[in-house]
């Protein structure tokens, strides 16, 4: 007999949600990210003022059925702009300037969770709704250290490489989404 796996939930995050976001996004920057670094992670100090209200934002959260019930399995989060000028170089700032520019950010999944399919849905439902919010572009940016992350996004559905950063402080890799490789 095989049991059936439900599929992970994702959903828009509720103000509820946002402690266990919090402890969820903590612990992932200081297992695989180097650390909270406040130029790089001020919006961990304001999930609320940062997702829940703004337009053109969003957080979405994934769970995953336990135990005791539905379990926070990992994050995203789309915000309006493109990558931070101070970190990138000029020309892919100039590349969204004048545009109306959504970003992925803060795919996250908890290690423990990986491979069930939650990052996918999480990516797939932020850029989604970025595209539905009106952005004429998505981009984001990944870790290629962090195991998985560069697979992960290479073979995201209409994803296309802009930028290989590395090796910048955060081996960073820019991608652009195309809206027509998400499907309906």
């Known amino acids: ?8 939930v994702v959903r828009a995050a509720r103000r509820e949600d946002l402690p266990a976001v919090a402890v969820h996004m903590r612990g992932m920057l200081e297992r695989e990210l180097g650390g909270y670094d406040p130029r790089l992670h001020a919006d961990i100090d304001d999930l609320a003022g940062t997702y829940l209200g703004p337009v053109g934002t969003r957080l979405f959260v994934g769970t995953v059925e336990g135990p005791d019930g539905p379990v926070l399995a990992g ?3 789309v915000r309006a702009g493109g ?10 700032t100039d590349r969204y300037d004048g545009r109306r520019v959504g970003q992925v950010c803060r795919v996250w999944v908890d290690p423990a969770q990986r ?16 595209f539905g919010a009106g952005y004429e572009t998505v981009c984001l940016h990944t870790n290629a250290s962090v195991p998985g992350a560069l697979a992960f996004w290479t073979s995201f559905p209409g994803a296309v490489l802009v930028h290989d950063a590395r090796p910048d402080p955060w081996s960073t890799v820019h991608f652009e989404l195309d809206p027509a490789g998400l499907g309906g």
């Open 1 to 8: 007999m095989t049991l059936a796996i439900a599929p992970p």
């Open 75 to 77: 994050t995203a989060s």
């Open 83 to 92: 990558p931070t000028p101070r970190f990138v170089p000029a020309w892919l």
């Open 115 to 130: 491979r069930l399919g939650v990052g996918r849905r999480l990516a797939v439902e932020a850029a989604r709704w970025a």
